[in-house]
């Protein structure tokens, strides 16, 4: 009977017309039933991707979506810049490691964002070497937002392609894949776009594909060659993930409704409330200069253990948000509010942390986390 | 308001506990209630390959399954002897070439199976050399079905190792991973297992555990000994399909009620009525010599158009069955009988194509078709 209340940095909840459509029968894909659907919903991707570029559905998670991003666009002994500000940016580099990309890795500390200016500065010394500059919206291990923008205009004068790890933030904050100058944008099912996880998409421009021509990586499942033979006939090259994709189309359905201004703008309010309201605590960010909108580190506070916290609040009380991962282990935790979120959900949520921190001895005034939301939210 | 029937060799038609499985809120997959559910989606697994073997859940199609039993064994330049006996056969080998594989390719008619005989004197001739078979256990492009067992007699005895594609059929034929010495199973979900597409599924013996070690293909996403690292702690690598794998449980909870040896029965009743069926109308079955129990595969006969066949049943009366692939486009038509499927799913498939075939005017008696099945069922 325990109540679930899922904010976590994905994934995130299902709105039920999701939930009601993932329980229907399934279709065949090889129909103009189906054909339609995916019609739609590559429609619908390039509304949410900002993008007039061909954007693939994958059968796979985020990751699946990253590996993508690279071995189609590069060759063994290749460099490229990866930023590395934490748990995904790092994965850029992993996945070059195991193809024999050289990566020059600009290692930010946790917590902060890149500086455009570093990319620039290697681009320079890299005298056209380098083929692409990797790089990660929102870093879901940090909370850090990071500045595209900026960067697609230094990437954009070089022959470098820019990649976008957009699978945390993408639909919930502002990415234009195409204003941005983002040459190739990756995301997942489960973040901004309110899916359970299983879809990996990804967006390819004319300077990728360009790029793509020469690529020597070796590659099958996610040959984007294949994705786009296929696209160019409406179908996808494997069986693709049938039910998630019809459940893509009430998503996205859902987004146009609301509009992209308008559900970016709400993701700004909530992360407001909680910014606040952690503040109202005497909690401290961790990435006081570089917070996104869709999730929010914290400090634990000295004396508190950070594991116990989180545990606490989902396994007694049905609250669940996310500890820290790897170095920040026990030190951070991170309250989550993308996708599908009400202003509600946000105050269950701080009213639980409230209420935890209470029993685990931190001093402060109950309730007044909870009244720095409410006017956030009143104020809107 | 039309009503479908869905009688396709993948996907196969979801029971409604699977369905209702589907809807639910999504939960976290790094919390001790997604790992309970992952501990019996791992034993359900190894229940319905017959394996002690670890089976890992990958988050893609059964091609991402595919590949990721190459490059997980293979170097460059290594040889294999890849079966190809229709269009999921030829798959192994164009992975193969994307990876620099050597592949030996059996090539066998269409409607055939391959002789274990055949695959045994390379392997004699290889003098060691070969480093695995890859192999099919239902060829879903033909209908036929594969002697698995006697490959494994083969394989066993050298220090090659045994792969079979497994996507269709398994959980519907027999295919006892351990007890026919396969080393490694592939699977997906859209078929025996009653599931939406999404999932792969791959079975690895300790002997193909040993090749693993000096395999040298480029992988990440697919590289089975993160999976391995992940598994021992009840986990994946990355993010889970969650809602699949939850489903998954529901449908391996049915399978263990029925027993799987009661399902490979049925299968086998339900393949003989409509093999009774075709017969009676005096169709020829395309592969009279290997035919297998998930999908019959069914000539269509002089003077009628095949692709017409299949569009008119779908389009005009909603029952989907498929039509040939590749060469045997319009030349074929395959009936599958795989998964969720009932008695009298198989009369309204018969009694569809019986309707059809009158109105293209193939000549028959209406209702001899339905009634061979029903005397088949009848005998049950």
């Known amino acids: 009977m325990k109540k679930n209340y899922l904010l ?20 065949h894909h090889r129909t103009p039933q189906f054909q339609a659907i995916l019609k739609e919903a590559y429609e619908g991707l390039r509304y949410v991707f900002q993008t007039s570029n061909e954007v693939f559905i994958l059968a796979s998670s985020g990751t699946g979506g ?3 991003a690279m071995i189609n666009f590069l060759s063994p002994g290749d460099t490229v810049i990866t930023v590395d500000a934490g748990k995904f940016g790092e994965r850029w580099a992993e996945i070059g490691k195991a193809y024999g990309i050289n990566c020059e890795v600009i290692k930010v500390e946790w917590g902060k964002a890149v500086n455009p200016k ?7 010394a890299g005298k056209g070497k380098i083929k692409a500059v990797y790089t990660t919206l929102c870093e879901t291990s940090t909370g850090v937002a990071t500045d595209i923008k900026a960067i697609g205009e230094v990437v954009k004068a070089t022959e470098a392609i820019l990649v976008v790890d957009a699978v945390s933030g993408l639909g919930a904050i502002d990415l234009q894949a195409d204003g941005w100058n983002c040459d190739v944008v990756v995301s997942g099912s489960q973040k901004g776009l309110m899916l359970p996880p299983g879809l990996g998409f990804i967006s390819v421009s004319p300077k990728a594909w360009k790029l793509a021509e020469s690529s020597k990586c070796p590659k099958y499942y996610f040959d984007l060659k294949a994705a786009k033979k296929a696209y160019v006939s409406t179908d996808t090259p494997w069986t693709p993930a049938i039910g998630l994709v ?4 009430e998503a996205i359905k859902l987004m146009r409704a609301e509009g992209l201004e308008k559900i970016f703008s709400w993701h700004n309010k909530m992360a407001e409330a909680v910014r606040s309201a952690v503040k109202v605590l005497g909690l401290e960010l961790f990435a006081p200069d570089a917070y996104s909108d869709v999730v929010t580190a914290v400090k634990v506070p ?3 253990d950070g594991e116990k916290l989180v545990k606490t609040m989902r396994d007694s009380y049905g609250v669940t948000i996310a500890g820290g991962q790897s170095e920040m282990k026990g030190k951070i935790f991170r309250f989550a509010h993308m996708g599908y979120i009400g202003e509600f959900d946000i105050i269950s949520g701080i009213s639980c942390l409230e209420k935890v921190l209470q029993q685990m001895g931190y001093k402060f005034e109950l309730g007044t986390g909870v009244a720095a939301a409410e006017k956030v939210f009143l104020k809107a």
């Open 118 to 124: 570093d990319i620039e500065a290697i681009l320079k």
């Open 8 to 27: 976590t940095p994905g994934p995130t909840p299902l709105p039920p017309e999701v939930c009601e459509s993932l329980s229907r029968p399934i279709i």
């Open 66 to 68: 990253l590996e993508a």
């Open 246 to 249: 019809i459940a893509l189309n």
């Open 302 to 304: 000295a004396g508190i």
